[in-house]
């Protein structure tokens, strides 16, 4: 995984998007080992779309039952959140706070090409979670932040299997199928 990964709404829309799709158009080199893994593959595939399900139900809760303030993202005319801009908002502004956010990436989600100091918006946007109330805090907090954590658990599971499968393939190992052996096509040296 990387040192820096995107945590805006929209970046784990689509880490989601490809745990499922992966499941179907993965194996596109048709590759001897993607049996053995089909098992676990379809399993996060399936957690993936509980997840997606849970996230727009997070997106209606952040918009209507915390009374977080509304907000409008102004550079993201096009995609219109439950209620304006709000639930993706507060949603981003809570993420900004994990120390292995980048902020540049996340503004690049929001399609704010325009900023100057990366650091001056991060302190803006602290700045106004400060003013929440500490009912809306944990609630923000709890909602945000929980499922952050949950997602990069099933994206590093999810990597932790893709990367076996390549290694394997990669070193084209024998493998016994139906009581016979099958011999790589190729050695590697």
Same mark, same amino acid.
């Given at each position: 995984?990387a040192?820096f990964k995107?945590m805006d709404?929209?970046s784990?829309?689509?880490? #989601?998007? *490809?745990?499922?799709?992966?499941?179907?158009?993965?194996? /596109?080199?048709k590759n001897?080992?993607w049996d053995?893994? +089909?098992e676990? #593959?379809? *399993?996060l595939a399936n957690?993936?779309?509980e997840?997606? /399900?849970?996230?727009q139900?997070?997106?209606g809760r952040? +918009?209507?039952?915390y009374?977080l303030?509304y907000k409008?993202?102004e550079f993201?005319?096009a995609?219109?959140?439950?209620n304006g801009?709000?639930d993706?908002?507060?949603?981003?502004t809570a993420a900004c706070?994990?120390?292995?956010?980048?902020?540049a990436?996340?503004?690049?989600?929001e399609?704010?090409y325009g900023y100057?100091d990366v650091a001056q918006?991060k302190?803006?946007?602290?700045?106004?979670?400060?003013?929440?109330t500490?009912?809306?805090?944990?609630a923000?907090?709890?909602?945000?932040?929980?499922?952050?954590t949950?997602?990069?658990?099933?994206?590093?599971?999810?990597e932790t299997i893709?990367?076996?499968?390549?290694?394997?393939?990669?070193h084209?190992?024998?493998?016994?199928?139906?009581?016979?052996?099958?011999?790589?096509g190729?050695?590697?040296?």
């Amino acid at each position: 995984m990387a040192l820096f990964k995107r945590m805006d709404i929209w970046s784990i829309y689509d880490g #989601l998007d *490809e745990i499922m799709d992966y499941l179907y158009n993965g194996n /596109e080199k048709k590759n001897i080992y993607w049996d053995y893994y +089909s098992e676990q #593959l379809n *399993e996060l595939a399936n957690i993936a779309g509980e997840m997606y /399900e849970e996230l727009q139900e997070i997106r209606g809760r952040l +918009s209507y039952k915390y009374d977080l303030p509304y907000k409008k993202l102004e550079f993201c005319e096009a995609d219109q959140g439950i209620n304006g801009h709000t639930d993706i908002s507060w949603w981003n502004t809570a993420a900004c706070m994990l120390s292995d956010t980048d902020m540049a990436e996340l503004l690049d989600g929001e399609g704010n090409y325009g900023y100057s100091d990366v650091a001056q918006e991060k302190a803006k946007r602290i700045r106004s979670l400060e003013r929440l109330t500490k009912k809306q805090q944990m609630a923000l907090y709890t909602e945000v932040l929980g499922f952050i954590t949950r997602y990069l658990e099933l994206y590093a599971a999810f990597e932790t299997i893709r990367a076996v499968i390549n290694e394997l393939e990669y070193h084209q190992s024998a493998i016994v199928k139906d009581a016979k052996v099958t011999l790589p096509g190729e050695a590697f040296v």
